[in-house]
Each structure stands twice: as C-alpha cells, then as structure tokens.
C-alpha cells in the first residue's frame, strides 16, 4: 500500500467525450493497451479483437444483472493510476453525460477529421465550458481522407469559442499519411500502420534538420508543404500555455488515428504531462482539499439496474478527498445516516471488482437500495458539509401524472421518487398541496415513455400522462421571496421542488419577461441544483 498522498497524487480523471461514431471506443481501447489492461498480445489480430475484449467485461456485468456500457475504467500507465468515465454515446443529449462531466478533471475530445466539430460535441462542449474544464483535442481517423488541418482548427475555435494550440501536425492524409511532426522536438514521427490492435509499432523519429532523410520518408513536396505550414503555424497559432489550458481557454490538439494506432501514445504522453492531479472540490464550507480530508464523495450518477428481479441500483460517486477503505463508516448527509456502503466496487479495465480501498480520484459504485440521489455528499461520520449539487438541465417538457388505480398510491409515490433520483426525470408539485398532484419535467419527450414502461414494468403501477403546455422553468433565486404575492400572467404556474422551493412554469418567454417586470428584484435562473 503507498503513501495516501503519493497515491492521490498519481490519479489522472477525465471524461471522453465525441459525437458517436468518432472513435472513442477505438481509442479507448488503445488506452487501456497501453496500460497493459487488455492483453491482446498472441490473440487474433483485428479490432474485433480489441471489441472483443472490452466486451467481455460487459458480458460480466450482464450476468451479474447490472446495466453497462458507462462505466469508468481504470488502468495504470507510467507511474500514474488513470480513471477514464465513458460518457454516454446517443445521439440524443443526456444529463447524464452532463454528470458524468462534474466527476472528472479534464475532458479528451475525440472528433473526426473528415467530419471536424459535429452536434453532439458541441452540446458537450459547451457544459466543458460552463464548468472551465480543461479539454485535450485528439483529431482521429487521419488514416482517411481529412478536412483541411487549418480549417478543422478554425472550426474548433469558431464553433467552440476556444483557442487551440497544436502539439503536433499531420501530414498528409487517407492513404497520404504520413505521420505527424512534433512541435516540441521539431521532429517527425513517421506513421506506420502496424498491426491493428497492437502496441504503437516501431515509429522512425526524424529531427526536421535531417532533410534528406525526412525526404526520403514522406518525400519532397510533403517536405515543402510541412515547412510552409510550421512557418505560417509558428506565426498564427495560440502560444502554447499551461495555465491557460487547465483553465479551460486553450485546447491543445493531436492528430492520430487510434484505428492503426497511431498518435495514441503520443497523446497520452503530453496529456499525462498536462493534466493537473486530482482537484479540490467546492462544498458548502469551502474548498475540499483532495490531500489534507479524510474521506468524501460526491454521488454523480445512479445506474438503475435492467434486470427488474432486482430493484438494486448502482450509484458512482467520485472520491473528492482522502483514501476511501471498504471496512470503515461513512455518513451519508443528505439521509443523516452513518452506515457501511455496500459491494464497492471499481471497474478495471477487464474485471468488475469489489474494491477494498480507493483514493481521491476515483470512481466507486456501490449498490444502492434506493437512499442516494444524484448530488448526494459522503463523508466521514465526524463531519458535516455538502458539495455543491449538481446544477440540473432545465426541463422543457411537462406533463401531470396520475396513477389509475388510487390503491397503489404507495407505489406509484416510490416509483416515481426513485426514478426522480437517478435524474431521468424531475418531479414537482402543485404549490399549495402535497404528492397527490405530481408535475413531472423531462429534458427529451421520451423520457416519458420511458417513465410510464418503467413504472408499470418495475413497480406494478399504470399511470396517465396529461401534456401540459408549459416549455420553460425557472426557479426563483431570491430567498425571501412570498410566492402569493408575487404577480406573473395569467398562464403562469406556481410550482414547488420535493425541498418545497418554488418554480415557475410559463408557456413563453413572453411571460417570463413580463414576470420579471411586475415584480421589482425577482432573479430568475434556468439551472436549479440536485
Ligand atoms: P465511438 O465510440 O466514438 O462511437 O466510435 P468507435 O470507436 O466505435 O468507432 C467508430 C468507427 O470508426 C468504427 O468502425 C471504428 O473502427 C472506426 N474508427 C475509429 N478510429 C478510427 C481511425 O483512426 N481510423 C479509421 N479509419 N477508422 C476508425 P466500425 O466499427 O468498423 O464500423 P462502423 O461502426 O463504421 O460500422
């Protein structure tokens, strides 16, 4: 067992975010190669392979009746203990992708180079932003024919609004790859197309003066096109800096192509380099040093199981400070109880294993029989203090819900809290009564399918939906505030959060501007907190 702050300190967390499609399975895997996780070495070759692999743990987690997919998996490399949180890959944009975010230090984005910036990293993108996490920029599939390096960095900052700084540059592309130049030591890395799902094979490294030598391995006119494009390069792109990067202004870039394996290591390498270690998390007494605390975490997402025998959950906490150890007591301070989490577990690379200590950084699960919600603080039982919750999107849809038969009613107020919990959906209530009048909120309309499949299938309860026909929620900032006082249009509605603070529903902007005009110092805010 090592020193509790050599332990922290060797953690890297981040997320890795793409449009689908663009290759973050691909390089994750090659990431998890080079850890030694996955073991291809004398398997079939081929990236069914490395699929393979990887998916044999998701066959583990099937058995055991656990969903899967967003996991986080760890590996070591080089002296450093590496956390990777998959964020979902739909199409559709999901909170839970927008969670996953908040439990990690840095984010790598992975985008295609003959597609540049596309919807769903945007989406991304901006939540990076809002959160100032330092984003990597891997440019995948430079084995296939790629949009112009220059406009693809133009799109990131344009579209982003974000500056970039170039690590390397490629040269060439599609069958005209020909590797990339390293701008730190004016080299060339000469790319080889090794054995797909094998480590990096033997890349020749050319120092630029070497020009006969670099002629001979990419030739004469990529030679030329190289020194024009370092020149202009040198002269027109954001300087590189390291404080800006962990500030989230500036984005440094690769180029690569995880399917060959190109780039990948390279990447890893710089990234390893400028990653920050583990960072101290806001809570309501101040920062949380990750070194200096005992044990604390924060719940970022509850996985309910898909296999309706077991009501079980799985909850992901993130690890904020000190060493977590399976056999001591925690307090869960939202529920004001002291207690042992049950079956900790941490997803290896190639195993799910119940884990007997993590460090800050980390990621746990643990089984959850229904007590966490999403934003929930754990700490040791001496302290009392809560990390900041976790501002929720707000919904655009909403409808009230009714339970046919009125003798389920202790059911149907279950089934529905605990759905509330894991995030799919937010509930509220009419403002001046109880449960029995149940506003539900949802980001996507299919939400609501899928609450309505859910309460029926897991909790025995049918429900009707009625559509309401607000679009638009804000919650009142002001802490004083008398809500029948308060004066709004007349298509307004007065709502209440299950902690009983007030909302309102409008049907327009129209209406919100209204609001804000007849009641003089009313602050109104789209995010509320978890
Ligand atoms: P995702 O997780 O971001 O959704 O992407 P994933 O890694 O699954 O990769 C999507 C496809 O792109 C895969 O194709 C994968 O092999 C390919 N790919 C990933 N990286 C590279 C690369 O560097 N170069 C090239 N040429 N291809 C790459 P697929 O599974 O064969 O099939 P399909 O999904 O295209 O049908």
Redesign the pocket.
């Known amino acids: 067992m090592g020193n509790f702050a050599d332990e922290i300190n060797k953690r890297r967390t981040f997320a890795i975010i793409?449009?689908?499609?663009?290759?973050?399975?691909?390089?994750t895997e090659k990431f998890l190669l080079y850890g030694g996780a996955i073991n291809l070495a004398g398997s079939v070759k081929g990236?069914a392979t490395a699929r393979h692999a990887v998916s044999d743990w998701m066959e583990i987690e099937k058995e055991r009746g656990i969903s899967v997919t967003s996991s986080v998996l760890q590996f070591q490399y080089d002296g450093f203990c590496i956390n990777i949180l998959d964020t979902p890959?739909h199409q559709d944009f999901s909170e839970d992708t927008y969670r996953t975010l908040m439990a990690a230090d840095s984010a790598v984005m992975?985008i295609d180079a003959s597609k540049g910036v596309e919807a769903q990293t945007r989406k991304l993108f901006k939540v990076c932003v809002m959160r100032q996490i330092p984003i990597f920029t891997f440019i995948?599939?430079?084995?296939?024919d790629a949009n112009d390096t220059f406009e693809l960095l133009d799109e990131i900052e344009k579209e982003l609004g974000i500056a970039t700084c170039p690590i390397n540059w490629p040269i060439g592309s599609g069958k005209e790859f020909k590797g990339v130049y390293d701008r730190e030591t004016k080299s060339v890395v000469t790319f080889s197309d090794t054995e797909k799902g094998t480590k990096e094979g033997l890349a020749t490294q050319i120092p630029v003066e070497k020009e006969d030598e670099l002629v001979s391995h990419i030739g004469e006119a990529f030679k030329e096109q190289l020194f024009d494009e370092i020149d202009l390069l040198d002269g027109a792109s954001a300087e590189y800096d390291l404080e800006r990067i962990r500030a989230g202004k500036l984005t440094p870039v690769f180029f690569?192509?995880?399917?060959?394996n190109f780039g990948v290591e390279i990447f890893l390498q710089h990234f390893l380099k400028m990653t920050t270690t583990p960072l101290p998390r806001k809570a309501d007494i101040g920062l949380i040093d990750p070194v200096e605390n005992d044990f604390s975490a924060f719940v970022f997402k509850i996985q309910a199981n898909m296999n309706k025998a077991h009501r079980d959950r799985v909850a992901f906490m993130r690890i904020c400070s000190g060493k977590y150890d399976a056999s001591m007591e925690v307090k869960h301070v939202q529920g004001g109880k002291v207690m042992r989490l049950s079956q900790p577990q941490q997803i290896l690379a190639d195993e799910r294993k119940i884990l007997t200590e993590a460090y800050a950084g980390d990621i746990i699960g643990v089984f959850d029989p229904g007590i966490f919600a999403i934003g929930d603080t754990i700490c040791m039982p001496k302290e009392q203090f809560e990390y900041e919750g976790i501002p929720t999107f707000a919904p655009e849809h909403f409808a009230r819900v009714r339970q046919l038969d009125t003798m389920k009613r202790k059911q149907f107020v279950k089934g529905i809290t605990q759905i509330a919990q894991e995030g799919a959906i937010q509930i509220f209530q009419e403002f001046n009564t109880g449960m029995e009048e149940i506003i539900v909120g949802v980001v996507g309309v299919l939400q609501f399918d899928v609450l309505k499949y859910r309460l029926e299938n897991e909790y025995n309860v049918e429900i009707r939906l009625e559509n309401l026909p607000y679009e638009h929620i804000r919650w009142i900032e002001n802490k004083d505030v008398d809500l029948d006082k308060l004066t709004g249009t007349s298509d307004m509605k007065k709502i209440k959060d299950l902690k009983g603070n007030p909302l309102l529903l409008f049907v327009n902007q129209w209406s919100i501007g209204m609001t804000e005009e007849r009641n003089e110092g009313l602050i109104l805010s789209e995010f509320g907190r978890n």
Do not use: E, I, Q, Y
């Not at 995948?140 to 296939?144: E, W």
């Open positions: 793409s449009h689908p499609d663009a290759g973050k399975t691909t390089l990236k890959g992975v995948n599939k430079m084995d296939r690569g192509s995880a399917l060959t």
